[in-house]
């Protein structure tokens, strides 16, 4: 296949796609804005799913390796209430189809998978135009171009190959959450170690939330939830820690000291992240030449757990779609879109519906009750 394919963005959906046409003996070049693989931490936990990001993993030929980075425990969940109260204890008997893995590792996997010159480091797109024939051209922010004749955006939230096919942005959905880390937590901060449990916490009230995960090395990874509009998170000062964080924390006044020690025992400087996503339903009509995958397709709340391994899903059908046909780019590419536009909108659907049910007027009971229809249903 003489076809140059150019990736932008080293995240987990565009490592598969170039580890996946490796596979098939199709070379790939991914343009990523980090300066190098370890420029940032790259997040904590993600659950990984049996029928699609686990699936991907096979694809590329990288099961066996992710299986050796599942975090032990990782599955259990449990719910609570403001005071403390213990509503859902879901432990992980192993028989789930969900384990836990960090993220970083899990891209490091990939990383490693692929050939040293893969990837160029430091190159952050800017923008992209089309040359026509299906060729584009990439310009980068310190003024270099690159033409292609396939070009895949597997660059995020604020894509800059997105606008060659779809006048969508993406949107504040009315949550946001500021992130930060306890350390040695079995040791020095117990009683929220307790209450975090073996996995994952949801402590939940209307509107509000502290969620968190454990980590290997006894780390809780806490994500502070809080219904707000854009501005009044915007108008928080987070480069002076301890005052942004008193701010925080008086919205769970009130609240069992376990859980807001999670907010105010942080040994992170806390991180806000507004949460967006393109519109349910988000497609395009076909542009020769060029195609989504991730979150620059689908970008979607991450309350259905959907965000990674939909990417690395893309990712892999991409990569053997453009395999099956590596004489007709075209037909590669429609085939591809063609199953990536129902299934993103469905779990686009799933995301929205839980991120009501988490913080709409009966939390937590509506995510207990969530929870307990998959059991039955399971």
């Not at 854009?230 to 859980?259: K, V």
Request: contains cysteine; aromatic residues 6%; charged residues 20%.
């Amino acid at each position: 296949m003489a076809t140059d394919v150019t990736i932008i963005g080293a995240g987990l959906g565009g490592l598969t796609l170039a580890r996946v046409l490796h596979l098939h003996g199709i070379p790939a070049t991914i343009y990523e804005a980090e300066p190098s693989p370890t420029a940032r931490t790259q997040g904590g936990m993600l659950d990984i799913h049996d029928y699609n990001g686990q699936l991907a993993l096979k694809a590329a030929g990288l099961f066996d390796e992710f299986l050796g980075l599942v975090h032990e425990g990782g599955e259990a969940s449990r719910v609570l209430d403001r005071d403390g109260t213990v509503l859902h204890d879901e432990p992980d008997d192993g028989t789930g189809g969900r384990p836990e893995v960090h993220r970083g590792d899990l891209r490091r996997i990939l990383l490693d998978s692929l050939p040293a010159d893969t990837i160029e480091w430091g190159r952050k797109a800017a923008s992209a135009r089309p040359l026509g024939g299906g060729r584009h051209e990439v310009t980068f922010a310190d003024g270099a171009t690159v033409t292609t004749d396939l070009l895949v955006g597997a660059d995020g939230a604020w894509s800059r190959i997105r606008p060659l096919l779809s006048d969508a942005k993406p949107e504040y959905v009315g949550i946001s959450f500021v992130e930060t880390c306890l350390y040695d937590s079995d040791t020095r901060h117990p009683a929220s170690a307790r209450a975090v449990g073996g996995g994952s916490l949801f402590a939940l009230a209307p509107g509000k939330g502290i969620l968190a995960h454990r980590e290997s090395g006894g780390v809780l990874h806490t994500y502070v939830a809080l219904n707000k509009p854009e501005e009044w998170i915007a108008g928080i000062d987070f480069d002076h820690a301890d005052a942004a964080i008193a701010r925080i924390a008086a919205e769970f006044e009130g609240w069992a000291p376990e859980l807001t020690a999670l907010i105010t025992d942080g040994e992170t400087p806390p991180v806000p992240r507004t949460v967006n996503a393109l519109p349910i339903g988000h497609r395009w009509d076909r542009v020769p030449g060029v195609t989504l995958l991730g979150d620059a397709a689908h970008l979607m709340s991450p309350f259905a757990g959907e965000g990674a391994n939909l990417a690395m899903y893309d990712g892999a059908k991409l990569g053997n779609a453009i395999a099956a046909r590596p004489d007709d780019l075209e037909a590669a590419l429609t085939a591809y879109e063609e199953a990536l536009f129902p299934r993103s909108a469905d779990a686009a659907a799933e995301a929205a519906r839980n991120h009501e049910l988490c913080f709409d007027e009966n939390a937590p009971h509506s995510l207990i009750s969530l929870f307990t229809d998959h059991e039955q249903a399971g």
